[in-house]
């Protein structure tokens, strides 16, 4: 059963930096597509990142292109996300997400995950 915990979530000023964490367990992340979705009260979960097995390649949602960085440590079994220029319009509850099946990229999709962590908060400040 493959398990994921995201952390790094906090409160920060518009303008500022954050980086998430999403560690791996019960399994291998660097065979997963792994990715990154946020969520705010009465709306979808929104694509944010992800990033494909193997050759690492990367995807982006059109809102966080050029601000936001997906990358893993294979060695930590890790993925992150890092956050720069954070907007308010930022937060929201980030989760992470492992795609096991998927044979094409980027999986943008909620249902092309097959497992997800618990969320951690972001709050963005004005």
């Known amino acids: 059963q493959v398990q994921l915990v995201e952390s790094g979530g906090g409160l920060v000023q518009a303008g500022d930096s954050l980086r998430l964490s999403c560690a791996v367990s019960?399994?291998?992340?660097?065979?997963?597509?792994m990715g990154w979705f946020r969520q705010t009260p009465g709306k979808e979960r929104e694509f944010v990142a992800a990033i494909s097995r193997s050759i690492g390649r990367t995807g982006y949602g059109d809102s966080v292109k050029g601000r936001f960085t997906i990358s893993r440590d294979n060695a930590k079994n890790t993925v992150y996300l890092q956050m720069n220029s954070l907007k308010p319009e930022d937060t929201a509850v980030y989760y992470c997400?492992?795609?096991?099946?998927?044979?094409?990229?980027?999986?943008?999709?909620?249902?092309?995950?097959?497992?997800w962590g618990q969320g951690t908060q972001v709050t963005v400040s004005s």
């Open positions: 997400g492992a795609d096991l099946t998927t044979s094409y990229f980027p999986t943008t999709r909620t249902y092309e995950y097959d497992y």
């Open positions: 019960g399994g291998t992340s660097s065979r997963y597509t």
